[in-house]
């Protein structure tokens, strides 16, 4: 079965950075993309970033971009998510996500992961 598992949340000092990995098992196909996703407190789900497996091509949210790196390695089926300069809005699970088929980068992923808290806070 397809599983995705996310690690590297934690708690961190505005300013401060994290990187998160998803590692990705048991598929038997290629993505087409992996992203990740998060959710804050009373909040909808929303798009962060998203990276095409094939190609390497980037996505970034507005809101993270020049902060956040997204980045994979194929050969361990992971993908990474560096968040540096941390803001208190950036306080959600983060959620890895795997999509099957070319569309729009910022919906239909058919795997998700169980995710990961990321806590910015002083």
């Known amino acids: 079965q397809e599983r995705l598992v996310e690690s590297g949340g934690g708690l961190v000092q505005p300013g401060g950075s994290l990187r998160l990995s998803c590692a990705a098992s048991g598929f038997t196909f290629d993505h087409y993309a992996m992203g990740w996703f998060r959710q804050a407190p009373g909040k909808e789900r929303e798009f962060v970033t998203a990276?095409?497996?094939?190609?390497?091509?980037?996505y970034y949210a507005d809101s993270v971009k020049g902060r956040f790196i997204i980045s994979k390695d194929n050969a361990k089926n992971t993908v990474y998510l560096q968040m540096n300069t941390l803001k208190p809005e950036d306080t959600a699970v983060y959620y890895c996500a795997s999509k099957a088929f070319p569309g729009s980068i910022l919906v239909q992923y058919n795997y998700w992961g169980q995710g990961t808290q990321v806590t910015v806070s002083s």
């Open positions: 990276i095409t497996w094939s190609d390497g091509v980037t």
